[in-house]
């Protein structure tokens, strides 16, 4: 459908309108500028409409050059630093990094894993030998102390087995862990050293998250892969082969015949994935539209909530989850009947062989002990060849995660830090010159950030860079520190290249202090030594070290604070210095700049991200740090440059003027501008002492706010520390505030059982379905034991001597035993399906049920609950596709699992015991050991994949720790530090989990080995029963069958156990969501109900943090007040309050302190639901969902019935109808994913009519054009000014020019207003206001 959106020319689309225009001029209003000026009004207003109203192409493959406007040869510059070249991965890549040791700990572990599998069918061969010795016995062809000794070495045999299978299996699956371990550390470290050598574009395109992807979760694929999976492999493989071996060599005819069986179960596996792959891929297809649904909601849910739509947004995903029921039922009864396929053939395989192998036994080509060899050794085989599917999905995974990984190893890096290239100065002065340089950033080519500048930067001097952002100053750093290469022009340093220069060596000339300091996590001491790294000091003593650390700290003046913390220069930082106050963190950045003493310091804006007092204190820091060196410093407050030698306007990446402050006050150019704008709002601030004070105010307001709200005032923890880190009172009381009365949310424990009540009331409707599916689970537990009496039967019937007399008898007898076994296996059959497809269905229901219901709770919550960091779009998104399925692991499908192994376990027993008591309990006595044996092999597998994961989760936080710091480590050159520190703790890691692997082994091999031992126990004591004839032969193999066999496939079920432990955890989440009220509930009915709003808005006294940054005070003390139907504007730095404003408006949040009133009412007393009706927001990005135009426009409007009129009325208030209809579809056409086929403009203006449909009393706009080119501002600013007449309206803007309009502007500062007035009444003031509109007009003047 996109499709003929886009193909349309946009000439076309425009002129398709309605042509109610004068035709006469119908197309010059886009070709002819100065043709428009002289029309009237209304027809500026057509032209409007028609500024914006070209159909937007959707983006086509990523084919398209990104460098393609550029020349040859500048392109080529910025491909070499993004171009990355692909290496494929073939299988002998994984293995590049092997050493020696590893080679021949693989190759000894590889014979064990052979050797291992090969003992399983040795074991059938021992058995043969045993029946073949009873029934001598009985037949009395041996004598009693025969029988005896044939009976104890074939039981020896058996412990022989059991003692060499553990050792092979020890040792494979140990050596294979560890060489696994071993290679993959080694590609982690080549890794994380190939990042270390990119230049910081590579960086710029890839993000630090993606290179932590590779470090871990690709890494961890490649261990996958090269780990006990590959033991795993080689002993299943070995198990098939060496089982037809033996079968071939007993007797090769039957052996062939019952080939047919593996073809059989092949077929069975075959035809069965195929439908399981097709309804998996068709179930993952449908369910991912749903979660896209819930991703674009999530995402943006704070407008979801302001428009009331959650319950309509839920109905929408609920669509999707119905397919994905619909498919999801499919595969799961498609992998319930491929597995009764198994079943059944297995019966079927038992009935043939005994009917095949009576009719050789009887023409007296083979024994007995043959054809149960054969049947068994076969069986075994076929088994283990289906444990081979998925180990080579793993070694796939492997080589395709390899691939990426390699691909970036392999990378040869532009601007590479570790190579000796390039030639070092013997002596540096320290000037530096840029000439006509241009500049691109690789990752934005489309953008020109500096055009042909050419400046002169003295040696010794203070430089100061000034200019709006985005003019390109920090560029000039960037260039100068050689993080990027010029397009053109050149950079010099002392009059050389410094492209010729080693770049390493370059670095460390230089020391880069930038606005958010990055400290590593480790101590102060430490983060001071890191500006040594390759200095002429990196190889000092430790006290001249030391010496030159404090001397640096006392320059920083940061030596006092450092020397009051309990542990002075050993205070660890924590992770990205979190610990530290911003004050504290940047002079720690400015010590670690000078300790070294470096020629040239570059400073970017490194105060202004502070407060007033911090920034006086790191001021004077930063001047005593540059004096006597070349100095580049970057500064958004003018005060601080004053003294520069000289200072540089720059202006959209050009020079517009440059000299000192007094040349340029002179001049009376944009600097000058500025400046008196800056001074005159100086006059306005607060000093520190006046802050202070409203600070403390602040705080026993709070106070007295939490404990009036019943919940005591916690003092937070960190005051103590506070005191300790000797932070500026401000600070101080700031964080002292924090989270009080709001205890964080504590993780509840559920019981058992009340999560299994919690999934069965998911269920409950289906309780029909379950019980007749455990029904059918009870009969497919019956199986076992049951086969057990047959297969006893066969070997009474055919154990007797055949002569000619009774061969006839004998073969009808056997054949019907055989007949028996065809009708089990079609009883089984049949039961396995009944009980799989119901369970099927239960289970996806459930699956369905808790998603919907899980959605609609996410919905629920307020935002606060969306602004914690564990709760990102993305989180929440991936919680609703995988911990929702995990749930199904305690739903029927295990529930009939366990019903089944109980039958088998009890019935078996019965049968035992019903036979022969005494063998029966001694075999009962084995079988916890083989229950055992069936869990821990599934467990420790499981285990094993957990472990190696969770190893490398600290270094790889400190590999991302470096990765997203990567222009520090850069500019510190500590790249061959952070790896050095790498590699020690992947060895530390790599010692730990080589003890936890050599533990956690045993436990694997003993469940591989111990099988054989329980066969020894009931073999040896049936045997000395029989040898003193209490027991004949068919007692013995019912009793040693039933129990042995079936407790042994009562073990393999434990293979669902981790989904239960899964489901467990899955289902304590999914309660603690459900049972989660949020303090701002949609769902409830309380609050008085508001019949209609006025639209008088009055804050008094509002006082609020946001709930995740409770120590960062947002408003203080907001008094404002608003008639019905005045447009009013709010104005300020970032960060100042005026979003936050509008947030407590729509009551996203309730304020710590005062309220909002809204016609005299508070609002937090009305109720939430009635009271947003009359309320429409209008925020900086739009949000569209999917579907078509006509769906978002209704989205906005309370009630479901709405006529055309209507939408087209808010359609052509919102400037859009025309463009509209210019559409082939209309109103139906498909936005995309997040309105991704329409233009910013378009879309919002789609959003302006969506907020319109509602008919607000009160209308929000929150920097509703900030985000646009000048040409759709101009048309979304004349709708939304349309929009704005009759109703109480609220702008929040950037763009000053955008609001002069605005019946009353409130100029915020740190929380509170500082100015009200016109936009006359503020300019003639001369203030703030008047600042910040200077500033912008910097911008726009060159």
């Excluded at 002129?15 to 100065?34: I, Q």
């Excluded at 404990?707 to 000797?726: C, F, H, M, R, W």
Aim: aromatic share 8%.
């Amino acid at each position: 459908m996109s499709g003929d959106t886009s193909e349309k020319p946009p000439a076309a689309a425009a002129a398709n309108g309605p042509s109610n225009r004068s035709s006469s001029h119908g197309d010059s209003t886009a070709a002819d500028p100065a043709a428009t000026k002289g029309r009237s009004s209304a027809e500026s207003g057509t032209a409007l409409e028609r500024a914006d109203s070209k159909a937007v192409r959707a983006p086509k493959g990523s084919d398209n050059d990104p460098f393609a406007h550029l020349p040859d040869n500048e392109a080529e510059i910025l491909k070499k630093q993004v171009a990355t070249p692909v290496v494929k991965a073939g299988v002998a890549a994984l293995y590049r990094y092997s050493s020696r040791n590893d080679i021949i700990i693989m190759a000894v572990s590889g014979l064990c894993a052979i050797a291992g599998g090969a003992a399983l069918p040795l074991m059938t061969v021992i058995f043969g030998n045993l029946q073949n010795t009873f029934q001598g016995y009985f037949l009395g062809t041996i004598s009693y102390d025969d029988f005896q000794d044939e009976i104890a070495s074939l039981v020896l045999y058996f412990v022989y087995l059991a003692i060499g299978e553990f050792v092979t299996v020890y040792v494979a699956t140990v050596g294979f862990i560890y060489t696994g371990e071993h290679i993959s550390a080694k590609v982690r470290q080549h890794y994380l050293e190939s990042c270390m050598r990119q230049n910081i574009g590579f960086f710029d395109k890839l993000g630090a998250g993606e290179v932590t992807t590779r470090i871990t979760a690709d890494t961890n694929l490649i261990q996958d892969g090269i780990s006990e999976k590959v033991g795993l492999t080689l002993t299943a493989v070995s198990t098939f082969i060496s089982a037809f071996v033996i079968g071939f060599v007993f007797y090769w005819k039957l052996t062939l015949i019952l080939v047919s069986v593996i073809v059989a179960l092949m077929l069975n596996m075959g035809i069965g994935s195929r439908f399981v792959v097709k309804y998996t891929k068709d179930n993952i297809q449908a369910y991912a539209l749903g979660g896209s649904v819930a991703e674009e909601v999530i995402s943006s849910i704070r407008n979801a909530v302001a428009f009331g739509t959650q319950d309509r947004l839920a109905k929408q995903y609920d669509s999707h989850l119905i397919r994905a029921e619909y498919f999801g039922f499919r595969k799961s009864a498609s992998v319930a009947v491929m597995i009764a396929g198994m079943m059944w053939i297995i019966y079927l395989d038992y009935g043939l062989s005994f009917w095949m192998g009576s009719k050789y036994l009887i023409d007296g080509v083979v024994s007995l002990s043959s054809v149960l060899i054969i049947m068994m050794s076969i069986m075994i085989g076929a088994f283990n060849l289906s444990n081979i599917a998925p180990n080579i999905q793993a070694f796939g995974t492997a080589l395709a995660a390899a691939a990426k990984v390699f691909n970036t190893i392999d990378r040869v890096s532009p601007l590479d830090p570790t190579n000796d290239d390039g030639e070092k100065l013997d002596k540096v002065v320290g000037t530096i010159r840029l000439e006509n340089v241009k500049h691109v950033y690789p990752s934005r080519p489309e953008v020109v950030v500096m055009k042909d500048v050419t400046l002169e930067i003295p040696a010794g001097k203070t430089t100061a860079l000034v200019g709006t952002s985005g003019s390109g100053k920090s560029t000039i750093v960037g260039l100068v520190e050689r993080f990027y290469d010029p397009v053109a022009g050149r950079v010099l340093l002392d009059g050389h290249d410094v492209s010729t220069l080693n770049l390493r060596w370059l670095r460390q000339q230089m020391a880069l202090v930038s606005q958010e300091p990055t400290l590593f996590g480790t101590t102060i001491y430490n983060n001071i030594r890191h500006g040594l790294i390759g200095t002429r000091f990196q190889n000092e003593s430790e006290d001249k070290q030391r010496e030159l650390i404090f001397e640096a700290a006392k320059k920083a003046n940061a030596h006092d604070f450092i020397s009051a913390l309990p542990e002075g220069y050993e205070t660890n930082v924590g992770e990205r210095g979190f610990l530290l106050s911003g004050g504290q963190k940047q002079r720690i950045a400015i010590a670690r700049a000078v300790v070294s003493d470096p020629k040239i310091l570059l400073l970017d804006e490194a105060t202004s991200a502070l407060d007033t007092k911090s920034e006086g204190v790191v001021q004077a820091a930063l001047e005593a740090a540059a004096e006597g060196r070349t100095t580049i410093t970057i500064a958004h407050r003018l005060s601080t440059i004053k003294d520069a030698h000289n200072i540089v306007v720059m202006s959209l990446g050009t020079i517009v003027e440059q000299g000192t402050h007094d040349e340029l006050l002179k001049r009376n150019g944009a600097y000058a501008k500025l400046v008196t704008a800056q001074n005159i709002a100086k006059v306005n601030e607060l000093t520190g002492e006046e802050l202070e004070e409203i600070d403390e105010k602040d705080e026993q307001l709070i106070r007295k706010a939490s404990q009036g709200a019943d919940v005591g005032y916690t003092e937070d923890p960190s005051n103590n520390i506070q005191k300790k880190l000797d932070r500026s009172a401000t600070q101080g009381s700031a964080s002292s505030k924090a989270l009080q009365a709001r205890q964080p949310e504590e993780t509840k424990q559920y019981g058992l059982w009340t999560l299994i009540k919690l999934i069965a009331s998911f269920n409950k409707e289906e309780w029909k379905l379950m019980v007749w599916g455990l029904c059918w689970s009870i009969i497919c537990g019956g199986g076992n034991p049951t086969q057990a009496v047959f297969f006893a039967k066969q070997i009474l019937t055919l154990g007797v001597p055949i002569t000619p007399v009774n061969s006839a008898e004998v073969k009808k007898e056997s054949d019907f035993w055989s007949a028996m076994y065809l009708m089990l296996a079609f009883v089984l059959l049949i039961s396995n399906m009944a009980q799989g497809v119901a369970f099927a269905k239960c289970s996806e229901r459930l699956v369905h049920r808790v998603r919907d219901r899980a959605f609609r709770s996410m919905l629920r919550q307020d935002v606060a609950f969306f602004d914690k960091d564990e709760n990102s779009a993305g989180a929440l998104t991936s919680f609703l596709s995988t911990e929702t399925t995990h749930v199904a692991g305690l739903s029927g499908v295990t529930l009939g699992t366990l019903l089944m192994v109980i039958t088998t376990l009890i019935s078996a027993m019965a049968v035992a015991l019903a036979f022969g008591w005494k063998l029966a309990l001694v075999c009962i006595a084995t079988v916890p050991i083989l229950l055992g044996c069936g869990f821990f092999r599934f467990y420790m597998l499981a285990h094993f994949q957990r472990r190696s994961q969770r190893a490398y989760e600290q270094s790889a936080s400190y590999a991302s720790e470096a990765i997203s710091a990567i222009r520090t480590v850069a500019s510190l050159t500590r790249e061959a530090d952070v790896l050095e520190q790498y590699t020690r703790s992947l060895d530390i890691q790599q010692r730990a989990s080589l003890i936890s692997v050599l533990k956690s082994s045993t436990l694997y091999a003993a469940s591989q080995s111990l099988v054989f031992l329980a066969f020894a126990l009931g073999f040896w004591y049936g045997s000395t029963l029989i040898a003193n004839f209490e027991y004949d032969l068919f007692q013995f193999f019912v009793c040693f069958m039933s129990v042995i066999f079936g407790a042994q496939s009562a073990g393999i079920v434990f293979s669902f156990a981790s989904d239960m432990g899964k489901a467990h955890h899955a289902a304590g989440e999914l309660k603690t969501l459900f049972d989660r009220k949020p303090t701002i509930d949609t769902w409830s009915n309380d609050g008085a109900p508001v019949e209609a709003i006025e639209g008088a808005i009055e804050f008094r006294n509002v006082h609020f943090r946001y709930p995740t940054r409770p120590e960062q005070p947002v408003l203080r003390g907001l008094d404002l007040s608003i008639r019905p139907g005045q447009y009013v504007a709010l104005v300020g730095a970032s960060g100042c309050g005026k979003s936050t404003t509008i947030a407590l408006l729509e009551r996203f949040y309730d304020p710590l302190v005062g309220g909002v009133f809204v016609d005299g009412k508070e609002i937090s007393s009305l109720n939430v639901n009635q009271y947003r009706s009359f309320i429409a927001l209008v925020s900086q990005e739009p949000t569209l969902y999917q579907g078509t135009i006509r769906d978002n426009i209704l989205l906005g409007s309370p009630r479901e019935d709405v006529t055309d009129e209507a939408i087209e009325f808010a359609c052509k208030e919102a400037n859009i109808y025309d463009f509209i209809l210019s559409l082939p579809d209309g109103f139906n056409t498909v936005v995309g994913s997040k309105g991704a086929l329409l233009s910013g403009g378009q879309k919002q203006r789609i959003a302006i009519a969506r907020a319109l449909i509602r008919d607000p009393k009160i209308l929000l706009l929150d920097e509703a054009t900030s985000a646009l080119d000048s040409e759709s501002e101009h048309v979304v600013q004349a709708a939304l000014d349309k929009a704005a007449k009759g109703r109480t309206t609220i702008a929040v803007a950037h763009r000053l020019s955008t609001i002069q309009k605005a019946d009353i502007i409130y100029v915020f500062d740190q929380g509170r207003i500082v100015e009200e007035g016109t936009h006359t009444e503020l300019m003639r003031k001369n203030g703030r206001y008047a600042e910040l509109v200077n500033l912008q007009s910097l911008e726009k003047t060159r």
